[in-house]
T-cell receptor, first 114, second 111 residues
Framework: ETGVTQSPTHLIKTRGQQVTLRCSSQ?????VSWYQQALGQGPQFIFQ???????GRGNFPPRFSGLQFPNYSSELNVNALELDDSALYLC?????????????FGPGTRLTVL | KQEVTQIPAALSVPEGENLVLNCSFT??????LQWFRQDPGKGLTSLLL?????REQTSGRLNASLDKSSGRSTLYIAASQPGDSATYLC??????????FGQGTTLQVKP
């Protein structure tokens, strides 16, 4: 069984640029959530996708957007990058969107904004 | 608004010691609580999931308890080893399906 994978591993961008991060969910999982983890902090929920529809959003501005594809893989897009967007971006998948399901995390993408 | 707190922020113990990590949350209306391990610069590894109807879960040397009414969970690590050195995060899931995390406890186990 393949776990959650994310690409790229590391990324360096400059302020004002746009970035796309990718996530492949674990086999059999149809729900993907994205989190942002600043250095020394716990992860913060960005949004969740269930069967290609956004299913909840955290306190992040609209320049953070996402997609989920028919194979349940997902993208996180961030426009107009700011220095504070530098963080580890984590993707998690779960079998369904119900509250009782365990979430499984990928290795993350480290984004640095200069 | 749900808030999750982990105490202590950092802990250093000699190898072989039994230890307890604490997690508290302000809103008892949770669906489950999950403990994770995170190695430096890496993703999160799920250790234990406790559903709201459960009191504890065990996996090997790890035991997690949940007291919803008091808003507390503990992660007990028996016979600690240097390989247990990592940051341990707890997270609660409420009616929105998102996980709300504490800031973590960074554990160092000295040989």
């Amino acid at each position: 069984e393949t776990g959650v994978t994310q690409s790229p591993t590391h990324l360096i961008k400059t302020r004002g640029q746009q970035v796309t991060l990718r996530c492949s969910s674990q086999s059999g999982h149809n729900t993907v959530s994205w989190y942002q983890q600043a250095l020394g902090q716990g992860p913060q929920f960005i949004f969740q996708y269930y069967r290609e529809e956004e299913n909840g959003r955290g306190n992040f501005p609209p320049r953070f957007s996402g997609l989920q594809f028919p194979n349940y893989s997902s993208e996180l897009n961030v426009n107009a990058l700011e220095l504070d967007d530098s963080a580890l971006y984590l993707c998690a998948s779960s079998p369904t969107s119900t509250r009782n399901n365990e979430q499984f995390f990928g290795p993350g993408t480290r984004l640095t904004v200069l | 608004k749900q808030e999750v707190t982990q105490i202590p922020a950092a802990l250093s113990v000699p190898e072989g010691e039994n230890l307890v990590l604490n997690c508290s949350f302000t809103d008892s209306a949770i669906y489950n609580l999950q403990w994770f391990r995170q190695d430096p610069g890496k993703g999160l590894t799920s250790l234990l999931l406790i559903q709201s109807s459960q009191r504890e879960q065990t996996s090997g040397r790890l035991n997690a308890s949940l007291d919803k009414s008091s808003g507390r969970s503990t992660l007990y690590i028996a016979a600690s080893q240097p390989g247990d050195s990592a940051t341990y995060l707890c997270a609660v899931s409420g009616n929105t399906g998102k996980l709300i995390f504490g800031q973590g406890t960074t554990l160092q186990v000295k040989p």
